[in-house]
C-alpha cells in the first residue's frame, strides 16, 4: 500500500513524465502522511529523478527543481493568457519570442491565422506595450535567430547612377550579405500584411500563381538558393487572400501532384505559413499532436498551453477533427493520459466539443 501511495505521489509530481502536476494528489497525500516520516523518507528515496543520496540525507536535484517550477506554473501560465485581452497576448507572445532563443512559429501564427483586424490589434497593443511597432522588432530582432540562416551567395541589384555631367548609367552593385536574411523579410512582410477577406478570388490568377509557385519549386530543387529568397513565392504568401490561397494551393496540387506543404518541408518557415494562411486547423492538430508526443521538448510542450487558448473558441472543432484524421484518437484522450491536476482539467475545458 506504502509503494502504491509513494507511487501516485511521484506521478502527481510529474515524475514520470507527462504535462503539468497532481495538485489534488500532494495535498492529499500532506494531510495522509502526517506524524508518518517514514512514508517522506521511502519517497524521497525511490524518486531518483528528484533526489540524491548526499551524505546522510536525500538532496534535492537543482535541475529537476527548475523542471518541477515549470510544471508548477503551467496551469497559472493558462489561466494568465486565457484573461488577457486577445490583442494584448498575441503582442505578448510576439514580444517573447523575439527577445529569446526560440523558433519562428509564434511570429508566423499570429500573423497567419489571425483575421486583418485582429492582427492590426496585435500591432497596435505591441506599440503600447513596447513602444516599438512589431514589424520594426522583427526586422531587428528576428535577424539574429538560427532558423535566420544567410545565404552564402551574394546578392545583386541595379541602380541608376547620374554622374555630374548628367549622363544616366545603370551600375551593379554587388551586396555581400552581412545580417542579410530572407526569413525576416517574408517575417516583416507577414506581420505587416492587411489581407482583404472578402470571399472574391481570381481563378485565373489563383491558377497563374500556382504555377508560378511549381516553377519556383523546381528552380529551387539542387540549388544552392532557398525558395524564401524567391520574390514571387515571398508576395504571393505575404499578400493574397486566405480564399486565393486556398484556391492557389488547390491548384497547385492539381497541376504538380503534390500538396504545397510537401514541396516547402525543407523550408520551415514557409511551410507553416502556407499551412497558417490555408489550413489553421490541420497546422495547429500538428502543433498539438507534436506537443502530446513522447520526448516533447521545451517549446514544443509550451505550445499546447498557446494553441489551447488562442484557438477555443476560433476552430477547435477543426482542430479535433484534424488530430483525430491525422494520428488515429481523440485530441481529449491525449490530454488526459498526458497532462495532470488543474493543468489537464484546464486544456481540456478549453479543447472538449460542446
Known sequence: MAADEIQHLTRAFSGLGGLGVDESAMVS???????????????????????????????????????????????????????????????????????????????????????????????????????????????????????????????????????????????????????????????????????????????????????????????????TAKLVENDEVVRILSTRSKPHLVETFKYYKEIHGRHIEEDLGHEETLREAALCLATPAKYFSQVMGAALSDGAGHHAKEALTRVAVTRSDVDMDGIRAAYHEQFGGKLDDAIAGKAHGYYRDALLSLVAGK
Not at 506595450?129 to 551574394?154: G, I
Not at 500584411?193 to 485565373?204: D, F, K, M, S, T
Open 29 to 223: 497525500a500532506l494531510g495522509k502522511w502526517r506524524k508518518q516520516p517514514e512514508k517522506l523518507s521511502g519517497f524521497r528515496k525511490s524518486f531518483n529523478g528528484f533526489f540524491k543520496e548526499h551524505g546522510v540525507i536525500e538532496r534535492c536535484e537543482e535541475e529537476y527543481m527548475l523542471h518541477l517550477a515549470a510544471e508548477f506554473s503551467r496551469f497559472k501560465n493558462l489561466m494568465v493568457l486565457w484573461a488577457m485581452h486577445p490583442w494584448e497576448r498575441d503582442a505578448r507572445m510576439a514580444h517573447h519570442v523575439l527577445h529569446q532563443a526560440h523558433p519562428a512559429a509564434i511570429v508566423v501564427e499570429i500573423a497567419c491565422t489571425r483575421p486583418a483586424e485582429e492582427l492590426l490589434g496585435a500591432r497596435k497593443a505591441y506599440q503600447a506595450l513596447f513602444h516599438h511597432s512589431l514589424e520594426e522588432d522583427v526586422a531587428y530582432h528576428a535577424r539574429d535567430k538560427p532558423y535566420c540562416s544567410v545565404s552564402s551567395q551574394p546578392l545583386s541589384h541595379l541602380v541608376l547612377h547620374v554622374s555630374d555631367n548628367g549622363v544616366v548609367a545603370v551600375v551593379e552593385l554587388l551586396l555581400i550579405p552581412g545580417g542579410c536574411c530572407h526569413v525576416v523579410q517574408l517575417l516583416v512582410g507577414l506581420v505587416s500584411a492587411y489581407r482583404y477577406e472578402g470571399p472574391r478570388v481570381n481563378e485565373e490568377v489563383a491558377r497563374a500563381e500556382a504555377k508560378a509557385l511549381g516553377a519556383a519549386v523546381k528552380s529551387a530543387a539542387g540549388a
